[in-house]
């Protein structure tokens, strides 16, 4: 194989990998290195896009000897380009920590948080916020009507406790005998703030 394709098929599957794999790296290690990751898939998809021009403009200048090997670095780019854009294949990692069965959502002024418990038994909370925050919360929890009992793997998010509360639209943490807003509401994020 010649060395332009292999730098394409090198360039393509890390750019289509970092990308499938997010769900995974963005938890272990998360934290810092979350902002390494997008500047490498950023970076990555610039040398795409350049490797791409190259390659049009080589196989113009090439046009009278044009043989099917001239094509597979370009559409090798191509291909894996747009998988990594659009997801065709509808490749989703995040099924391996389990289907969401409960979301909720919290929107604040300089962070966002999103909720998911899962039916694994298990739940997660991303939370993120400014100066590039990106913590993730663990644990597994029990549900039993509107009673949400958490069992944290990790340490405890300010806003929440140990035992939320399902009031209409909203969740509540439960506070000697008090229901407190935790400024969650059920669902997806609306992208209200």
């Not at 998360?30 to 902002?35: P, Q």
């Amino acid at each position: 194989m010649k060395r332009s394709s292999i730098i394409s098929l090198i360039i393509s599957v890390l750019f289509v990998g970092l990308i499938r794999l997010k769900p995974i790296w963005e938890r272990s290690p998360g934290g810092f290195w979350n902002i390494f990751f997008f500047l490498t898939i950023a970076v990555l998809f610039f040398w795409l896009i350049a490797k791409i021009i190259i390659e049009i403009s080589r196989l113009i200048k090439q046009r009278k000897n044009l043989k099917l090997k001239h094509f597979v670095p370009i559409l090798i780019m191509t291909v894996l380009l747009l998988d990594g854009l659009f997801n065709p294949l509808n490749i989703n990692t995040e099924k391996l920590y389990g289907l969401v069965e409960f979301r909720a959502c919290y929107e604040g002024t300089q962070n966002q948080a999103t909720l998911k418990l899962r039916e694994s038994g298990t739940f997660d909370i991303h939370w993120t916020g400014v100066f590039f925050s990106n913590n993730f919360y663990t644990g597994d929890y029990m549900k039993s009507g509107d009673t949400i009992l958490l069992n944290f793997n990790t340490e405890i998010p300010s806003n929440l406790n140990d035992t939320l509360i399902i009031k209409g639209e909203y969740l509540y943490r439960l506070k000697a005998d008090s229901l407190i807003s935790t400024h969650f509401y059920l669902g997806n994020c609306k992208g209200l703030n």
